[in-house]
């Protein structure tokens, strides 16, 4: 079933999701409607805040096949509970950034190029995963959503320094 994406201003938006910790056919159910909305929405992530779900829940999947300027390889349909980013590489890029919660805004966002995420699937069995270059981007964008964090709050421009 196709579920609405919330846009901002929207307070589930900006508010940490809750841990998940019933592994049941009602998560399953509403992992499938954030995948069908995904592919819908033609995005390449989403998390559980952005269909009004506050659950530390995300799915990902990018085919660069369908891209007409393909942003790095495909990265098969992953769906993860609870996930935590473990390692951040120091190097990183800048790159835009779009984001179907906040429509028609591309921002350019610092994001480390190489890391390591681990959480659990629908079964509840832990799983570790190493993304790098745009899987990497895709993941912090959408750990960022279940922790409440949005692309507008990472763009914030640096505090000037005083005119003097
Ligand atoms: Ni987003």
């Known amino acids: 079933m196709l579920r609405r994406i919330l846009t901002v201003p929207n307070s589930i938006l900006n508010t940490p999701a809750?841990?998940?910790?019933?592994f049941d056919r009602r998560l399953k159910g509403l992992?499938?409607?954030m995948i069908e909305t995904m592919h819908y929405a033609s995005g390449v992530g989403l998390a559980a805040p952005q269909v009004g779900q506050s659950l530390c829940l995300i799915v990902v999947e990018y085919n660069s096949a369908r891209d007409d300027s393909p942003r790095g390889p495909s990265i098969p349909l992953t769906?993860?509970?609870?996930?935590e980013i473990v390692h951040f590489s120091i190097d990183y890029k800048i790159q835009l950034?779009?984001?179907l919660s906040i429509p028609?805004?591309?921002l350019p966002i610092k994001?480390?190029?190489r890391i390591k995420i681990v959480g659990q699937n629908l079964s509840g069995d832990r799983v570790k995963i190493n993304a790098t270059g745009f899987s990497a981007r895709i993941f912090q964008h959408e750990v960022d959503h279940v922790n409440g964090i949005l692309?507008?709050?990472r763009a914030k421009p640096h505090r000037r320094s005083p005119n003097l």
């Open 18 to 22: 809750s841990a998940v910790s019933l």
């Open 31 to 33: 992992a499938d409607d």
């Open 79 to 83: 769906i993860l509970v609870n996930p």
């Open 97 to 99: 950034e779009g984001c």
């Open 104 to 106: 028609g805004v591309e």
């Open 111 to 113: 994001r480390s190029q």
């Open 151 to 153: 692309i507008t709050d």
